[in-house]
Nanobody, 118 residues
Framework: QVQLVESGGGLVQPGGSLRLSCTTSGIIFRLYVMGWYRQAPGKQRELVADITSGGGSRNYADSSQGRFTISRDNAKNTVYLQMNSLKPEDTAVYYC???????????WGQGTQVTVSS
């Protein structure tokens, strides 16, 4: 079965950095568009960034552009989110998403909490 396991969340001070990882199993990773989403309390889940199956194209939300970098290692079946210059408003549960190219459905990880606070 498909498994997406996020790690790397935690508590960080404003201006700090975190690197999230999402390791996958049960899928042919190189055939999947991978994304990071987040959901803050009382808000809807929103896209943070996604990356095409080959890694050649990345898409960022306005709120993450210039501060976050999404990358993937197809040999390790893993997608990463490097987050720099973190702000309190980045506090949320961050979810990994995997969508096979051409599909309208996707799979989700269980989420990892990111808290930005002094």
């Amino acid at each position: 079965q498909v498994q997406l396991v996020e790690s790397g969340g935690g508590l960080v001070q404003p201006g700090g950095s975190l690197r999230l990882s999402c390791t996958t199993s049960g899928i042919i990773f190189r055939l999947y568009v991978m994304g990071w989403y987040r959901q803050a309390p009382g808000k809807q889940r929103e896209l943070v960034a996604d990356i095409t199956s080959g890694g050649g194209s990345r898409n960022y939300a306005d709120s993450s552009q210039g501060r976050f970098t999404i990358s993937r290692d197809n040999a390790k079946n893993t997608v990463y989110l490097q987050m720099n210059s973190l702000k309190p408003e980045d506090t949320a549960v961050y979810y990994c998403n995997a969508r096979r190219v051409g599909s309208t459905t996707s799979d989700w990880g269980q989420g990892t909490q990111v808290t930005v606070s002094s």
